[in-house]
C-alpha cells in the first residue's frame, strides 16, 4: 500500500517499523483512489501529528482489514471514523463548549440536512477544510457503501456526522448569517455548499451537482 509517508508501496511491516514512539494504532483510510485520499480532510491532524497513514484503495482492502484486525498487537484502525482517545480531553471540552455556545445554529444545520446526518458538531480534526463527514461506530464506511452499490447490492445509507471547522471562514460566515437571521436563505445555501464540500472532499456523488453549482457561483458572485 501507499502511504502518507512512503513514496513507494510499503507492508505492514515496514509501516510498523516506522511507527513512532507511543503510536497507539495503525491508521488507514479507504477511498476511491490515491489522489482523493491524499487530499482528504482527515489527514490534517495526522499531518499535524505526524502519524503515517495506510491508502487503501483496492476493494478487498476493507474486507482484509475487517478479519486482520491487528497486526503484530496494534489495531488497524480507520481515520475517517470518530475516536475519543485520539480527540484528547482538553479539546474535547472546547469543542463541547462551542457546540453549547452556538447550541441554535448547530440544531438549524441539522433540521437542514435530517436526511443526510444525524449530527452536527464542531470539529478538532480540521485545521484547513471548512467541513468533514465522520462515521460512528462500526456501521458501513462511505466506502464500502460505494463499493457494494456498484456490485448492485441494496445498502441503505449511513447517516454520518457533519464536523465544521470553527475557524474556517465560511463556517464563521454561516454563524454570523444566522446570528444575523436565522431564516436567511444564504443560511441554507451555505449549509448545502457545507455538506457538499465535504462529500466531494471523501469521493462521494452530490445529491444534486447542479444546485451545487450554482450555489457555489452564488457564492462568488
Given at each position: 500500500w501507499h502511504t502518507t509517508q512512503a513514496?513507494?508501496?510499503?507492508?505492514?511491516?515496514?509501516?510498523?517499523?516506522r511507527m513512532k514512539s507511543g503510536q497507539t494504532a495503525i491508521w488507514y483510510l479507504a477511498g476511491n483512489d490515491r489522489?482523493?485520499?491524499?487530499s482528504s480532510p482527515h489527514l490534517e491532524a495526522f499531518q499535524k501529528s505526524g502519524d503515517e497513514v495506510l491508502f487503501f484503495v483496492d476493494p478487498i482492502d476493507e474486507w482484509v482489514v475487517e478479519r486482520l484486525a491487528t497486526f503484530e498487537g496494534k489495531p488497524l484502525r480507520p481515520i475517517d471514523r470518530a475516536d475519543p482517545d485520539r480527540e484528547g480531553s482538553a479539546a474535547k471540552e472546547a469543542r463541547e463548549k462551542l457546540d453549547r455556545e452556538h447550541r441554535d445554529a448547530l440544531a438549524a444545520i441539522e433540521e437542514?440536512?435530517?436526511?443526510?446526518?444525524?449530527?452536527?458538531?464542531?470539529?478538532?480534526?480540521?485545521?484547513?477544510?471548512?467541513?468533514?463527514?465522520v462515521a460512528e461506530g462500526s456501521g458501513v464506511s462511505a466506502n464500502m457503501e460505494r463499493i457494494l452499490r456498484a456490485a448492485r447490492q441494496d445498502v441503505p445509507v449511513e447517516k454520518r456526522v457533519?464536523?465544521?471547522?470553527?475557524?474556517?471562514a465560511l463556517v464563521k460566515k454561516l454563524l454570523a448569517l444566522h446570528a444575523?437571521?436565522?431564516?436567511?436563505?444564504?443560511?441554507?445555501?451555505?449549509?448545502?455548499?457545507?455538506?457538499g464540500q465535504a462529500l466531494l472532499a471523501e469521493g462521494s456523488a452530490?445529491?444534486?451537482?447542479?444546485?451545487?453549482?450554482?450555489?457555489l457561483a452564488r457564492l462568488y458572485a
Open positions: 513514496d513507494e508501496p510499503t507492508t505492514l511491516g515496514e509501516y510498523g517499523a489522489k482523493t485520499l491524499a437542514r440536512l435530517k436526511d443526510s446526518v444525524r449530527a452536527v458538531r464542531f470539529s478538532t480534526r480540521l485545521s484547513e477544510s471548512p467541513s468533514v463527514l457533519l464536523e465544521l471547522n470553527p475557524d474556517h444575523a437571521d436565522p431564516r436567511a436563505e444564504r443560511v441554507g445555501d451555505l449549509v448545502e455548499l457545507l455538506h452530490l445529491p444534486d451537482p447542479g444546485r451545487f453549482s450554482k450555489l
